[in-house]
């Protein structure tokens, strides 16, 4: 079974330039987030999508950051434009159904540099 | 405020020295604790879920257990390849996960 897909692996971009990342769940999972990895740090919860819907985007700064799940299975997490501070491991993960005790399987990430 | 508290930042061992990560956590009611083990440059990797005070995992050299206050990962006689990066995370409100900063281990031959 494929794990979650995500692309780009690594992307280099200006301040100010804006970036996507893209993320394809595991097949079936209803449950889709992204998370963001500063070095030396856990992930951090930037939006949960249950289907289509966003029902945890309270952490996404919405000034600069946008995504969308139009059709309930891949993602697109959208910066622009890019600050500095944005450099980071954009983790994208999915769970078969939403709950406590479901358990997350991550993507391999996206590793994001602005210079 | 959720808290999740990993100690030590940094282990390092010799192969076949055995040794035990602790999870410390805060939380207004804890409905999972998970462990996840991170290679450099990959996502995070699924380890154990524990649900309860008493429970105990295993899997090959790691076992975590967990108590009302913690969780520890115990490895009995490590190798190289365990080399990683280890996460605690809790579950608590919805389905948001609250990460530890995570115990980079470092085994050596």
């Known amino acids: 079974e494929a794990g979650v897909v995500q692309s780009p692996r690594y992307k280099i971009i200006e301040k100010k330039q804006p970036v996507a990342f893209w993320c394809n769940p595991i097949s079936g999972h209803n449950t889709l987030y992204w998370y963001r990895q500063n070095l030396g740090q856990g992930p951090e919860l930037l939006i949960r999508y249950e289907n289509e819907e966003a029902v945890d985007d309270s952490q996404l700064p919405k000034d600069r950051f946008s995504a969308e799940r139009l059709k309930g299975v891949d993602s697109t997490l959208k910066i622009q434009p890019a600050e500095l501070g944005d450099s980071a491991v954009y983790l994208c993960a999915s769970s078969l159904i939403p709950g406590h005790q479901e358990t997350q399987y991550f993507g391999p990430g996206t590793r994001l540099l602005v210079l | 405020e959720d808290q999740v508290t990993q100690s030590p930042e940094a282990l390092r061992l010799q192969e076949g020295e055995s040794s035990s990560l602790n999870c410390s956590y805060t939380?207004?009611?804890?409905?999972?604790l998970f462990w996840y083990r991170q290679d450099p440059g990959k996502g995070p990797e699924f380890l154990f879920t524990?649900?309860?005070a008493g429970e105990e995992k295993e899997k090959e050299r790691l076992k975590a257990t967990l108590t009302k206050k913690e969780s520890f990962l115990h490895i009995t006689a490590p190798k190289p390849e365990d080399s990683a990066t280890y996460l605690c995370a809790v579950h608590t409100s919805g389905s948001r996960l609250t990460f530890g900063e995570g115990t980079q281990l470092t085994v050596n031959p």
């Open positions: 524990l649900y309860s």
């Open positions: 939380v207004s009611g804890l409905r999972g």
